[in-house]
T-cell receptor, first 110, second 115 residues
Framework: SQQGEEDPQALSIQEGENATMNCSYK?????LQWYRQNSGRGLVHLIL?????REKHSGRLRVTLDTSKKSSSLLITASRAADTASYFC??????????FGKGTLLTVNP | GAGVSQSPSNKVTEKGKDVELRCDPI?????LYWYRQSLGQGLEFLIY????????KSGLPSDRFSAERTGGSVSTLTIQRTQQEDSAVYLC?????????????FGAGSRLTVL
């Protein structure tokens, strides 16, 4: 069964705007990760946040984690057309298994 | 190799045939995962290998699916008597499997079409 659920399922914005995607999960986690997928092929790791962290930054990416609400958000600032992709959250437990959500399809219009 | 290699990249087969999909993980990575992604859907966990431990097969959808990992390296996912609902992209990923969080490196996937 899917652990993470992303929201919204699809998001369309203009270049230069910020994009926010949310992820909710059900059970305890050790870490939460965000991945990006272009063209329905392999996923690329973007950022990892551990359960004892609340916020993390990487370039134009900002991830927050609220373990009390079992939720995370991914913010992409100053979006570019090249950011168009599907974004997935994945939750990691104590046994290295990663469980992925269904993803958010982000479209950035030039 | 530098990345995770999967073959074939595309496979078209007839219903009822068996198929084998291969994954060559990053050298030294002890953890290997297979996921399935149907059109427009998320990733469905299939099976996970960690070192010499017994694999976690809890995601395999039926007994027509099996996977092995020889010598702790290359893995083969076998689907017997394929059905049309098996059509999907099969993604393999590996991770170092060391202590701490596991970051997965994915292959480009094998797209399976069952006619």
């Amino acid at each position: 069964s899917q652990q993470g659920e992303e929201d919204p399922q699809a998001l369309s914005i203009q270049e230069g705007e910020n994009a926010t995607m949310n992820c909710s999960y059900k059970t305890s986690i050790n870490n939460l990760q965000w991945y990006r997928q272009n063209s329905g092929r392999g996923l690329v790791h973007l950022i990892l946040i551990r359960s004892n962290e609340r916020e993390k930054h990487s370039g134009r990416l900002r991830v927050t984690l609220d373990t009390s609400k079992k939720s995370s958000s991914l913010l992409i600032t100053a979006s570019r057309a090249a950011d168009t992709a599907s974004y997935f959250c994945a939750t990691g437990g104590s046994n290295y298994k990663l469980t992925f959500g269904k993803g958010t399809l982000l479209t950035v219009n030039p | 190799g530098a990345g995770v290699s999967q073959s074939p990249s595309n496979k078209v087969t007839e219903k009822g045939k068996d198929v084998e999909l291969r994954c060559d993980p990053i050298s030294g990575h002890t953890a290997l995962y297979w996921y399935r992604q149907s059109l427009g859907q998320g990733l469905e966990f299939l099976i996970y290998f960690q070192g010499n431990s017994a694999p976690d097969k809890s995601g395999l959808p039926s007994d027509r699916f099996s996977a092995e990992r020889t010598g702790g390296s290359v893995s083969t996912l076998t689907i017997q008597r394929t059905q049309q609902e098996d059509s999907a992209v099969y993604l393999c990923a590996s991770s170092p499997g060391a202590s701490g969080a596991n970051v997965l490196t994915f292959g480009a996937g094998s797209r399976l079409t069952v006619l």
